[in-house]
DNA sequence: TAACTGACTCGGC
DNA sequence: AGCCGAGCCAGTT
């Protein structure tokens, strides 16, 4: 499928009034600190459901009929790869801003990934 | 209806 | 140290 439309699908907003899978990530997402980032397996382990992490990036592609918006540019894959830059619309939205928060990106890469990497199953509190 | 795809990750070679 | 295959869940074709 090429590229699509950024037009809102209709049954897609009714997951967004439900409360699933999509709004546990989003609500995981949601508390990442500002300047910090995590990775779609931290997520998905965090949910309990760690081999799920694809579910967990293709939530985020649904982020953007998340209300509030959800800070997608946090999470990146588990080496700190911007994985998800391309649907961010303009190619270097994501890591516009990441540098907006600090973050350092080289290369479609989180510079300082570990340190920076925030794991809501050791630093949130449940 | 069945098969494919994907903003992932892990384990084996 | 890098490449390959398998597993995962839901939506799309």
Redesign the pocket.
Known sequence: ?AKAKPQP?Q??KD?TSNHS?FENVWDVARQIPKGRVT????I?NYLG?K????????A??A??YAKPKVP??R?V???GLL??K???GAADE?QKRLEKEKIKVENDKVVNFEKLFWDPANELIL
């Open positions: 499928m699908k049954h897609l997951i899978f990775s779609y397996g931290a998905a459901t081999m799920s992490a694809r579910m967990v990036g293709w985020m592609g982020s953007v997608a540019h999470v894959n588990r080496v994985s998800g391309i649907h961010f994501m």
